[in-house]
């Protein structure tokens, strides 16, 4: 069931935010939610994987991707600074998610510059899916062994 549960999860949440992004035209999706469904779906009761760290994780880390490219630029020190600030303002407001931590990369290595709306789309709103789809299906996982 665990194996299900994982695959489902994944599989519905990252559909769910490609069908979000082709019909408002949005981006609601980036890679470092494929990690963030393996805690999601697959160790859900690690306080890595509890809305406040999923939805706080990512947007900290995703602002100080984007305050350090605009003020630095792209380069090996200032990709690097982004990752370790990143992890010390997560740990700072004790919203530690792994997978946010890929934010900053994202952001720097990115071909195109990225912008404050970033933050919205699709980091904030991303993320809020995301947890939103995770307790829907702990709420049905749940129902369904209180029913037997």
């Not at 990225?114 to 991303?126: A, E, K, N, R, T």
Request: aromatic share 10%; glycine share 6%; with cysteine.
């Amino acid at each position: 069931m665990k194996i299900l549960t994982g695959f489902l999860g994944g599989f519905i949440s990252i559909l769910i935010l490609l069908l979000l992004t082709h019909y408002t035209t949005y981006p609601l999706i980036m890679a470092p939610f494929g990690a963030t469904c393996v805690l999601l779906y697959a160790a859900s009761q690690s306080p890595l994987a509890q809305p406040k760290n999923v939805i706080l994780g990512h947007f900290i880390s995703a602002l100080i991707g984007l305050v350090v490219l605009h003020t630095w630029g792209s380069s090996s020190l200032s990709i690097a600074f982004a990752v370790g600030l990143a992890i010390a303002a997560m740990q700072f407001f004790e919203c530690i998610h792994p997978p946010a931590g890929a934010n900053p990369l994202v952001i720097l290595l990115s071909p195109v510059p990225l912008h404050s709306d970033f933050l919205l789309f699709p980091v904030l709103l991303g993320a809020v899916v995301l947890v939103i789809i995770s307790k829907i299906n702990l709420i049905s996982a749940y129902r369904r062994l209180t029913l037997r």
